[in-house]
């Protein structure tokens, strides 16, 4: 599965940004189509995962409220809508897609595919 990211920006504190992942090639080999983010000096973190069969979603405590997933199955394409967006949420973001083992969506390594990411930068 290849991913190509994009949308990312400038983005002011109580903005909003909408990141797309375009996603092309073996798509019915994935269960889950995620975000992950990896800000400056820190390590790569989930954002946020969408069950591609069900639509089922889940995310960070940090993002939950603010941030949501969606997919647009004709388009095989991922968003994530950003509102609210503060100063911490600074970060180039990632899609990934894969088939992680049950409960550990959250975690990087469970995926194989991932996308070239996209800058978000947030100013106050």
């Known amino acids: 599965v290849q991913l190509q990211a994009s949308g990312g920006g400038l983005v002011q504190v109580g903005g909003s940004l909408r990141l797309s992942c375009a996603a092309s090639?073996?798509?019915?080999?994935?269960?889950?189509m995620a975000w992950f983010r990896q800000g400056p000096g820190k390590q790569r973190e989930f954002v946020a995962a969408l069950e591609t069969s069900t639509s089922s979603t889940y995310y960070a405590d940090s993002v939950k409220g603010r941030f949501t997933i969606s997919r647009d199955n004709a388009k095989d394409t991922v968003y994530l809508q950003m509102s609210n967006p503060a100063p911490e949420d600074t970060a180039v973001y990632y899609c990934a897609a894969g088939r992680p083992s049950f409960g550990l969506y959250y975690i990087p390594t469970q995926y194989n595919s991932w996308g070239q990411g996209t800058l978000v930068t947030v100013s106050s």
């Open positions: 090639g073996r798509t019915f080999n994935i269960n889950k």
